[in-house]
C-alpha cells in the first residue's frame, strides 16, 4: 500500500507506527493496559506530526531573476538573487 505513496506520506505513516508502538511500550510499563493506550494514540499522533514536519522536500530548480534587459539581478550583498523555476 504505501509504494503509491509519496515520501512525505511513506515518512508520516512509519513515524506514527514507530511513535505509537513506542507510546504503547513506554503506557503500558507506566500504566498497564489503559496508559498502553493512551500512549499508542500520543505516541501515534507525535509521531505522524514529526515524520510529516521532517520528511525531505521535493527539490525544485531555481533560477537567477533577470530584469527586463536579462542582467542577473543581485541583492545587497553582491549575490543573485534565485527564484523556484
Request: net charge positive.
Amino acid at each position: 500500500m504505501a509504494a503509491g505513496c509519496t515520501a512525505t506520506k511513506q515518512r508520516t505513516a512509519g513515524t506514527a507506527l514507530a511513535g505509537a508502538g513506542t507510546g504503547a511500550v513506554i503506557g503500558g510499563l507506566a500504566n498497564g493496559s489503559r496508559g498502553a493506550l493512551v500512549g499508542a494514540a500520543v505516541g501515534g499522533g507525535t509521531g505522524a506530526v514529526v515524520g510529516a514536519a521532517t520528511a525531505p522536500r521535493a527539490h525544485h530548480r531555481e533560477c537567477w531573476v533577470r530584469d527586463r534587459w536579462g542582467h542577473t539581478v543581485r541583492d545587497r550583498q553582491g549575490r543573485p538573487i534565485t527564484e523556484r523555476c
